[in-house]
């Protein structure tokens, strides 16, 4: 039974509450801590979601008015992680924190959907020096705030400065209960070296993710919610009646929003050239997790707020069924116009013909092939040949290209670009025919500047360690892997960076 509990203040995370309780006993013994307060040995290996929180309620003392619901609502970050989350899973979350998993495997982080997801929550709780140095003056103590813990929160958004992050863990097995106090917190600001419009990107989408925390919106299934975005897009004229996006004018548009840094910075860099990036991916009706960051970067893209897409009464999305078209109708109006087409455009080749007038031309080749095959003008035959390629001038040229592409790539800022064949076509914005064997002299080239796969973690870790040192971040070995992109688990790059690091 616990003899008193020390004041819940708003937004405080129900981990610190804990602290704070065990620094006010004096309790030494984390196993004894956890005892008193749950009534027995459970495992705490999250700081965000917390478990057994009846079993901690049930522990309070009998005049406590503190509810399970109070605590899973108001103290943890239940309601932002599970805003875009269905009813049922919502539910089925809600109860897991309640009673606990009980001895079953799923953990709570997989439920909530991190296990898949390439989008990872902070290692570590964040804190603004304002807000602490505030909380001295005023309580004689601070505490780890809710809000500051949101994924993709880079400032306070109170204070408008530069969140920093503290050496305690958020999560792991068996953690320790730290104080937000003065020897993991400080007062220094942190030097704020962002544009201003990567600032004000940010504070929008932390004011939308503290709506989230604060508002109880009724939850979606997925299917609404990406119908509701599909909605959205056919009003901005990116997608048509039937709802068919048009997928390449939503990148360019979303591309054009968001500065690349910022989207490197959210862990939602997007990649144009490839058909699989997260953003073609994320409108399409499928049950795959999608991270509460990306939902949020995706509406404040199109310009709504997040009640506005949870109090829609009514989406429609795509809509089902073939259009019936009728060939007969205006058949006589459609060749004249194919007709006058042709004649404004002499010397015109089918592709080019078809560019000019697309929609007329599906529409005859579906309905009227014989007539449109016996009127348009095919290719001409005979044409004279292009002039032979002088390969060894556009090896010369393609090696200067080359050359000044390596170099862009190795001075470029932000995160290092391995050094490969692909990445310097992709730099220079040529085809695949940088590869031609003809090209003796690039290709001997690209060769002996091409990267593997350890000289690049070599370069990414000292490229890590120099933006750290300049931040005045703490050079550990599991800071240093993850500024780098390397995850937490990956064992070859820490045993690299033990060894650079003791170089220095």
């Not at 006993?25 to 009846?54: K, N």
């Not at 953990?107 to 602490?132: A, D, T, W």
């Not at 730099?427 to 003809?438: A, D, F, S, V």
Request: proline residues 3%; glycine residues 6%.
């Amino acid at each position: 039974m616990i003899n008193f509990l020390p004041e819940l203040y708003e937004n405080e995370l129900f981990y610190s509450v804990i602290a704070r309780y065990q620094r006010k006993c004096g309790m030494i013994s984390v196993r004894a801590l956890i005892e008193d307060l749950f009534g027995s040995y459970v495992l705490v290996s999250s700081s965000y979601f917390p478990q057994y929180i009846d079993s901690f309620v049930k522990c309070l003392p009998q005049t406590s008015k503190v509810t399970s619901k109070e605590i899973i609502e108001k103290h943890t970050l239940f309601p932002f992680y599970t805003s875009f989350l269905s009813q049922e899973k919502t539910d089925l979350i809600y109860d897991t924190i309640g009673k606990g998993s009980n001895g079953s495997k799923k953990n709570i982080e997989k439920l909530i959907g991190f296990g898949g997801s390439k989008v990872r929550k902070p290692s570590y709780l964040k804190y603004c020096p304002v807000c602490f140095k505030e909380d001295i003056d005023t309580l004689g103590e601070s505490y780890w705030r809710i809000n500051h813990q949101i994924i993709g929160a880079y400032y306070c958004s109170k204070h408008h400065i530069l969140l920093k992050e503290s050496p305690v863990l958020s999560t792991g097995s068996g953690l320790e209960f730290i104080c937000a106090d003065e020897e993991v917190c400080n007062e220094k600001i942190v030097a704020d070296d962002y544009s201003d419009t990567i600032k004000q990107l940010n504070l929008q989408h932390i004011h939308t993710a503290e709506s989230l925390l604060n508002k109880n919106l009724q939850r979606k299934e997925l299917n609404y919610i990406i119908n509701y975005y599909i909605d959205r897009l056919r009003e901005k004229g990116l997608a048509s009646r039937n709802g068919n996006l048009y997928m390449k004018d939503v990148q360019e548009r979303f591309l054009h929003y968001y500065p690349t840094q910022y989207l490197e910075m959210m862990q939602s860099g997007i990649d144009p050239d490839s058909p699989t990036n997260w953003l073609r991916l994320f409108i399409r009706n499928n049950q795959k997790n999608r991270s509460p960051l990306r939902h949020l970067l995706f509406l404040q893209f199109l310009g709504v707020s997040a009640e506005n897409l949870f109090q829609e009464k009514r989406v429609i999305g795509k809509k089902s069924g073939s259009v019936k078209h009728n060939p007969n109708f205006s058949i006589h109006q459609r060749r004249e116009n194919w007709l006058r087409l042709i004649a404004e455009n002499p010397g015109a080749n089918r592709s080019q013909l078809k560019d000019k007038g697309k929609g007329l031309h599906t529409w005859i080749c579906k309905y009227d092939w014989d007539w449109y095959d016996n009127v348009t003008p095919k290719a001409q035959l005979g044409k004279e040949k292009v002039s032979t390629i002088d390969w060894e001038k556009r090896d010369e040229e393609c090696l200067r290209l080359a050359t000044g592409a390596v170099e862009k790539l190795l001075k470029k800022q932000g995160k290092p670009i391995r050094i490969t064949t692909e990445s310097v076509r992709k730099e220079l914005g040529i085809g695949q025919w940088l590869r031609n064997p003809k090209l003796a002299r690039t290709n001997q080239y690209l060769q002996e500047v091409k990267e593997d796969i350890v000289e690049f973690r070599i370069r990414k870790i000292r490229w890590a360690i120099k933006e750290m040192i300049q931040k005045g971040e703490t050079l550990t070995p599991y800071k240093i892997q993850l500024y780098a992109g390397f995850g937490g688990r990956n064992k070859e790059a820490r045993k690299l960076i033990l060894e650079i690091k003791n170089r220095l």
